[in-house]
C-alpha cells in the first residue's frame, strides 16, 4: 500500500509538473489569439490525422512566438518537457519487446491449453534411499549417540572437532541463560533483537581472532549468502575456487559479478586467472571494479588447506581482495585454533572479510563476518541475512561464547588431543586397500573415497546382476556407499556419506563417506572406525 | 500524460485495496462514505481543468485519459462506483483506507525535507572531501583498488541513517517479553560509536514480535526447554542429513503439519534461509515467478537465486495479477516463447511493515483457472491470526491444501527462531533431501524446537495442565489489536493495516519526525520501532507497533496517552477532524 502512496505522490508531482507547464503552454496560447480561433473547431478526437497535424501546427507556432518573446522560458519548458518525456518513457520500460499482439480469445485459449509441469518431481530411487537411510539420533550429539533404532554407535558426524560440546557444563549454563533470556529474541538485531550476550559474543571473537571487528548471523547458511553480496555487486568481479562450498556458490550467484573459477588450491591457475581477470576488465572503460578472490580456509568438500600465504602474495600482486571462509579451519588450524590466518601466521588484520561458523566447533548457531570496522558497520545496514531475519537465540550465543572462551584456555590440550587422533586416524585408513584417503595432514574432516576398481570388485561380489563392462554412474556408487554406511552403523559406527545438491553444484565432488574427527574420541573408537570400514567394504 | 493528480482510480483502489473489512455493518458504513468520496474526485478533477486553463464543458472530451470524465451526472457515476464496490465488497470484505486523505502538503514537506537532507549530505560530503582528503581516503579508488563501499551507496549511511542510528540497534538484555530491559548506550562522537552506560530501564515493549507472548523464561515452555535441553543436549553441530536429524525434530516436523493442517512439513533453522533456500528448489530456468511487489526481502534473495524469470504484480491486487498471468502465460517465456515449465505465485499472509492481510481468496480463486502454484509466506500471520491461531488460511476459512506451500517462521509468534514449510508428502520429502539447508546447514537447534513444540502445543490446547492457555492468548492478542488499532485510529493518527493485524503502523512521513518519535517514546519508557528506508519506500517513514498477548489492557491505556501526547507534540494527527 505504500508503495501506492510513492506512486501516487509521484503521479502528484508529475501532474503538478505539467499543470505548471500547460498552464504556461495555456496562457501563452490565449495570447496567440490566432491559434485559438483556427484551431478550435477542428478539434475532433474522431479524427485523429487531423488532430495530429493542428498538433503539430500548434506546437510550431507556440515554440516560434514563444522563442520569440522569451527564449530562456523556452528552455526551461523543453526540459520540462524532455523530463516528462523522459519520465513517461522510463515507466514504460518492458523487458518483453518481441511481444505478440493476441486477442481475448487466443489468449484464453492459450491459457486453457496450457500444461504446466508438476511442482517437484517424484524422488528417484537413490534419492529415496538416501533419504529412508538418514539416520535419526535420539540423543545429545555427543561422540558417542543413540539412534533412533535402538542401537548406540561411536559419532563421526558432529563438527564438534574438540569434543566439548553437549557437557554438562554447557548444558546447566544453557538452562541458566534460558531462564535469563528465554528461547527467541523475537525481532531481527535491528529492532530491539541486538542483545548484551551479542555484543560480547562479538567482542569475543574479534578479540580471539585479533581482527578488528566481527559482525553476528544467526545462520550459517546466511553469512556467505549475506556477506558476498553485500560487496561484490553486478559488474565486480570474483575469482573462486572450484571447490568452495555450495553456500559460498551461493552467494557468488546472488551478487551477480562475473566469475572466474581457478583450479582446486592450484596457485599456478590463479595466478593465471587473476592476470586473466584484469586484462579483460582493464578492456572496459570507467572506474575499477571491485575485485574479490573467494576461497575456503580448510575446505569442506576435500579436507584441503589453502595455501594462504601464497594467495596473499597473488592477491597483493593483481590488487584483489580476499574473501576466506575460515569455517572449518577455526578452531582447528593454527597454534591458538585461530584458523587458517593462525596456520600460516598472517595476521587476520590483513584478510579483507574473514568468515566463521558458530555452529560447527563452538556448537552453537550461525557464523560470523570479521573485517574493518566501517565494513561491519556496513553489513548491520546492508548485510541482508542481517537486517532481515531474526537475532541468534541466547542460548546459542552464550554456548558458543563459552565454547571460544574454553578454546582460548586450554588449546594447547584441546588441540594436540585433536592433531593426535587425526594422525593416527589417517595413518590406520591409508593402510586400507581400494580406497583414497582426501585432505591435509592437519584436517579433520577426512573424505574416504572408493576407487573405481573396488566399486567394480564390490559390485561383483554383490551380484546384482548390474552390468559392469565399462563405467559406473555416479547413482551406483552412491547406493553402494550408502549400502556401506548403513553396514557400519548397524555395527556400531555412525559415519555417513557426503551428500550434494548435484544439480544445482558448481563443480561436484564425487561420492565420498565423510569422516569427521573429534578431539573427544579415543583410540578404541579409531580403531574401531577403521576395522568396520574394512569389514564393510570387503577388503 | 495528463493524469489527474487524485483521479477516480486512485480513490477507487483505495476502497478495493485492504481486505479486512469484517462486519455487514462496515461494508455499509464504507458504502454510505462512497458518495461523498465520488463528489469529492468530481470537485477534484474540476479543479483540475481550470488549472489547465480549458473550460470543462467544452473540451473534456479531448483529454486523452479516460479517467478524466466529470461529464457523467454526478448520480450515475456514483451508481457506476458503487457497482464497482459492490462487486467486490461483500466477497473480498474490502476497506475504506484513509490514504487518499493525506494532506498534500505532508507530502511534499517529506520529499522536501528529503531534499534538504540530500543536498546537505552533498555539500558535507564535498567540502569533507575538500578539507578532511584523509577521512574520505575509502571511498576513493586508492593504489588501485576499488573502494569496497561506493560513495554513493554509503551516502546515505554515512549522511542520513548515521543521524538518527540511536534509534536503531538499541542493545536489550533479558526476555523481550511485554516489557524489555532497554540498555542506555551514549555516542561521543555524533553516533559513530556507541559505549554502553551500565544503566537499564524496563520499557513497555511495543517492538518485538511477540505475538502471543511466547518470549518467556518461566512457565510451560521454559519448562519443556529446560527439560529437553537436559536430555538432549542443546546443539546437534551437523547439518540434517549428515546425522543431524533428531527423533525430536520428526516430532515436532508432525505437530507443525498438524497445526498448519497439511500432510507434511519440514523445519528449518532459520526463517530467512527458509525462503531464499527453497524457492530455487521450486522453480527454476523455463519457469516464471511471480511476487508480490512488498515481498520480504529472503523472497527476494529465494527469487534471485532460483533462475526464473521474476514478474512482479501490484501488492495485493489479485486483478493485476490476473492480467500478469494472462500476459505470461499467453506471450510464454521471453523471446522464444517457449510456454512456461511452472508458475509459481509468492505472496505474504501478512506484510509485516504495511500491517496488511494477504487477499489470499482473491488469488486462490484465480488459481484453477489459470494453474499456478500458490506459496504463502505466513512469516507474521502463523499463530497471529484466525481463530484457532492458524493463521490467514484459518482467518478467511480456506482450506490449507488449496496453498501448495505454506511457509511460516517461529520467530514470531513462538518465542523461537527458525522457519517451516508445510505442504503434501511429495514436496516435502523432495525438501528433506535437497532444501539447501538440510544439505549444508545446521539442523534446528534443540532448545529452539522444543520452545517450537511446547509453544504449539498450548496454542492447539494439547497440554491438560494449562487448558485454555494458548486460546486465551490467541483473544487476548486479537482483543488488543482490535482495540490499540481502533484508538489510533479515533485519535486521528494515519495508521496503516488490516483490522485484526496485530502489526500498526502508523506514518509518520517527515524524515525528522522518525528519530524525533522514537527519542519521545524512549523518555516515556516505551520501545518502539521506526522504520525507514531502505525498508520502506523514502516516503513512508513510519512507526509500527507490535501487539502482543502479554500486554495488559493498562499498558495499552498508558501507551496510548503517550502516543497521544506524541502525537500532538509532533502534528502527527492528519486524519484528525
Ligand atoms: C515475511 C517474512 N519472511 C521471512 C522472514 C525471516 O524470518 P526469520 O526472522 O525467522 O529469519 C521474515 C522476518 O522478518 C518475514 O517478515
Known amino acids: 500500500m505504500s508503495l501506492q502512496i510513492i506512486k501516487n505522490t509521484k503521479i502528484v508531482l508529475f501532474g503538478a509538473l505539467s499543470i505548471l507547464l500547460f498552464s504556461l503552454a495555456g496562457s501563452r496560447a490565449n495570447e496567440d489569439s490566432y491559434i485559438k480561433t483556427g484551431t478550435q473547431d477542428n478539434f475532433d478526437s474522431q479524427n485523429p490525422q487531423n488532430f495530429f497535424s493542428i498538433g503539430a501546427r500548434f506546437v510550431i507556432r507556440y515554440i516560434k512566438s514563444s522563442y520569440r518573446n522569451d527564449p530562456f522560458r523556452t528552455f526551461l519548458e523543453a526540459c520540462l518537457v524532455f523530463f516528462i518525456i523522459w519520465y513517461v518513457s522510463r515507466q514504460k520500460y518492458r523487458m518483453n519487446q518481441t511481444e505478440v499482439e493476441l486477442s481475448e480469445k487466443e489468449v484464453d485459449e492459450l491459457i486453457s491449453e496450457w500444461k504446466p509441469e508438476p511442482l517437484v518431481r517424484a524422488l528417484t530411487s537413490v534419492e529415496q534411499t538416501i533419504l529412508t537411510n538418514t539416520p535419526i539420533i535420539n540423543s545429545p550429539n555427543t561422540i558417542i549417540a543413540e539412534l533412533s533404532t535402538g542401537t548406540t554407535a561411536i559419532n563421526f558426524t558432529s563438527f564438534d572437532f574438540l569434543g566439548i560440546m553437549n557437557s554438562e557444563g554447557a548444558k546447566a549454563k544453557a538452562v541458566q541463560t534460558l531462564r535469563n533470556y528465554g528461547v527467541g529474541p523475537c525481532g531481527p538485531p535491528g529492532f530491539f533483537g541486538t542483545l548484551d550476550v551479542h555484543i560480547e559474543l562479538e567482542t569475543t571473537i574479534a578479540q580471539f581472532l585479533k581482527a578488528e571487528a566481527a559482525i553476528l548471523y544467526s545462520q550459517g547458511m546466511a553469512v556467505c549468502v549475506s556477506v558476498i553480496p553485500c560487496f561484490s555487486k553486478r559488474g565486480d568481479i570474483i575469482v573462486a575456487d572450484e571447490k568452495v562450498n555450495f553456500m559460498l556458490q551461493q552467494g557468488i550467484k546472488l551478487s551477480r559479478s562475473k566469475v572466474y573459477w581457478y583450479k582446486h588450491n592450484d596457485m599456478e591457475d590463479l595466478d593465471r586467472v587473476l592476470a586473466l581477470a584484469n586484462q579483460n576488465s582493464s578492456k572496459k572503460k570507467g572506474s575499477i571494479p571491485r575485485k574479490f578472490i573467494i576461497s575456503e580456509g580448510l575446505f569442506q568438500y576435500t579436507g584441503n588447506i589453502i595455501k594462504l600465504n601464497k594467495v596473499m602474495e597473488l592477491k597483493n600482486k593483481h590488487k584483489f581482495r580476499l574473501i576466506l571462509d575460515d569455517s572449518l579451519a577455526i578452531g582447528v588450524l593454527g597454534s591458538r585454533g585461530a584458523g587458517s590466518t593462525d596456520h600460516f601466521n598472517i595476521s587476520a588484520k590483513s584478510i579483507d572479510l574473514l568468515i566463521g561458523s558458530l555452529w560447527g566447533v563452538f556448537g552453537g548457531a550461525g557464523g560470523f563476518c570479521c573485517a574493518s570496522k566501517e565494513l561491519i558497520g556496513h553489513q548491520r545496514l546492508s548485510g541482508l541475512g542481517y537486517v532481515f531475519s531474526a537475532a541468534m537465540p541466547a542460548i546459542m550465543a552464550i554456548t558458543a561464547s563459552d565454547s571460544i572462551k574454553r578454546l582460548e584456555i586450554d588449546y594447547i590440550l584441546l588441540l594436540s588431543a585433536l592433531r593426535k587422533n587425526i594422525s593416527t586416524l589417517r595413518n590406520l585408513l591409508n593402510e586400507i586397500d581400494g580406497v583414497e584417503i582426501l585432505g591435509d595432514d592437519f584436517s579433520p574432516v577426512i573424505h574416504v573415497e572408493l576407487k573405481n576398481e573396488h566399486y567394480f570388485k564390490m559390485i561383483k561380489s554383490s551380484n546384482t546382476g548390474i552390468n559392469t563392462s565399462d563405467e559406473i554412474s555416479r547413482n551406483q556408487m552412491v547406493e553402494i556407499l550408502c549400502g556401506i554406511t548403513n553396514e557400519m552403523q548397524n555395527s556400531g559406527v555412525l559415519v555417513v556419506q557426503d551428500i550434494y545438491i548435484v544439480d544445482q553444484e558448481h563443480n561436484v565432488p564425487k561420492p565420498s563417506i565423510r569422516i569427521l574427527l573429534s578431539g573427544g574420541h579415543s583410540i578404541e573408537h579409531l580403531e574401531k572406525l577403521s576395522q568396520e570400514l574394512k569389514k564393510a567394504i570387503k577388503v | ?577
Not at chain 2, 524496563?202 to 507472548?213: E, I, P, R
Not at chain 2, 491444501?401 to 517451516?420: E, H, N, P
Not at chain 2, 524512549?522 to 525498508?535: F, G, H, I, L, Q
Request: charged share 20%.
Open chain 2, 1 to 577: 500524460m495528463l493524469e489527474n493528480p487524485v483521479s477516480e482510480t486512485f480513490l477507487l483502489e483505495s476502497f478495493i485495496d485492504s481486505p479486512a473489512l469484517n462486519s455487514k455493518l462496515e461494508v455499509e458504513a464504507a458504502l454510505k462514505q462512497l458518495p461523498a468520496v465520488s463528489a469529492k474526485s468530481l470537485h477534484l478533477s474540476q479543479t483540475a481543468f481550470k488549472q489547465f486553463n480549458i473550460s470543462t464543458e467544452k473540451n473534456y472530451k479531448n483529454a486523452p485519459i479516460a479517467t478524466l470524465n466529470p461529464s457523467k451526472p454526478l448520480k450515475a457515476e456514483t451508481e457506476s462506483l458503487l457497482k464497482c464496490a459492490t462487486a467486490v465488497l461483500p466477497e473480498e470484505k474490502k476497506q475504506v483506507s484513509e490514504l487518499e486523505q493525506v494532506p498534500i502538503q505532508t507530502l511534499i514537506s517529506t520529499y522536501f525535507s528529503f531534499m534538504i537532507l540530500l543536498i546537505f549530505a552533498h555539500v558535507r560530503d564535498l567540502l569533507g572531501k575538500f578539507f578532511y582528503p584523509d577521512q574520505y581516503k575509502s571511498l576513493k579508488e586508492q593504489d588501485g583498488y576499488a573502494p569496497l563501499i561506493s560513495d554513493f551507496e554509503s551516502l546515505w549511511n554515512r549522511r542520513l541513517y548515521t543521524r538518527i542510528s540511536d534509534v536503531f540497534n538499541r542493545p536489550i538484555t533479558g526476555v523481550a517479553g511485554g516489557h524489555v530491559n532497554l540498555l542506555e548506550r551514549t555516542s561521543k562522537d555524533n553516533n559513530r560509536t556507541f559505549q554502553l552506560t551500565g544503566k537499564k530501564t524496563n520499557v513497555l515493549n511495543l517492538a518485538s514480535y511477540n505475538y502471543l507472548g511466547f518470549a518467556q523464561s518461566q512457565g510451560y515452555c521454559a519448562d519443556q526447554v529446560e527439560k529437553m535441553i537436559l536430555e538432549h543436549g542443546i546443539s546437534t553441530c551437523t547439518s540434517r542429513l549428515h546425522g543431524g536429524h533428531t527423533s525430536l525434530l520428526s516430532q515436532t516436523e508432525q505437530l507443525v503439519a498438524n497445526f498448519v493442517g497439511t500432510e507434511d512439513a519440514i523445519i528449518i533453522s532459520m526463517g530467512y534461509s527458509t525462503n531464499s533456500s527453497v524457492l530455487p528448489l521450486l522453480v527454476q530456468k523455463g519457469c516464471l515467478l511471480i511476487s508480490d511487489e512488498l515481498n520480504h526481502s529472503s523472497l527476494v534473495a529465494g527469487s534471485r537465486l532460483s533462475g526464473a524469470t521474476i514478474a512482479v504484480f501490484k501488492h495485493n491486487n489479485p486483478e493485476d495479477l490476473e492480467q500478469v498471468l494472462r500476459k505470461s502465460i499467453s506471450q510464454g517465456q521471453p523471446r522464444t516463447h517457449r510456454p512456461w515449465k511452472k508458475i509459481l505465485v509468492v505472496v505474504e499472509g501478512l506484510y509485516s511493515m504495511e500491517g496488511e492481510l494477504c487477499n489470499l481468496r482473491g488469488i486462490i480463486a484465480l488459481k484453477q483457472k489459470y494453474k499456478f502454484n500458490l506459496y504463502v509466506d505466513e512469516a507474521h500471520s502463523i499463530g497471529a491470526v484466525g481463530k484457532r491461531g492458524r493463521g490467514i488460511c484459518d482467518l478467511l476459512n480456506i482450506d490449507p491444501k488449496q496453498v501448495d506451500i505454506l511457509m511460516g517462521t517461529f520467530t514470531k509468534s513462538f518465542g523461537a527462531v527458525g522457519g517451516y514449510i508445510a505442504g503434501n508428502k511429495s514436496l516435502i520429502s523432495m525438501l528433506r533431501l535437497m532444501a539447501h539447508t538440510s544439505v549444508y546447514a545446521e539442523s534446528m537447534p534443540i532448545p529452539v524446537l522444543e520452545q517450537v513444540a511446547s509453544s504449539l502445543r498450548l496454542i492447539m490446547d494439547d497440554v491438560p495442565e494449562c487448558k485454555g492457555e494458548g486460546l486465551a492468548r490467541i483473544n487476548q492478542l486479537a482483543d488488543n489489536s482490535a482495540y490499540f488499532m481502533g484508538k489510533l485510529k479515533q485519535m486521528g493518527f494515519l495508521v496503516l493495516g488490516s483490522k485484526g493485524s496485530p502489526v500498526v503502523p502508523l506514518l509518520l512521513f517527515n524524515p525528522g519526525k522518525i528519530p524525533a518519535f522514537s527519542h519521545e517514546c524512549t523518555k516515556r519508557n516505551m520501545a518502539v520501532v521506526v522504520v525507514s528506508y531502505p525498508a520502506t519506500p523514502i516516503i513512508s517513514g513510519r512507526v509500527r507497533f507490535c501487539l502482543s498477548a502479554s500486554h495488559t489492557r493498562e499498558d495499552l491505556n498508558l501507551a496510548l496517552k503517550h502516543i497521544d501526547e506524541i502525537g500532538d507534540l509532533l502534528q502527527l494527527k492528519l486524519l484528525k477532524k
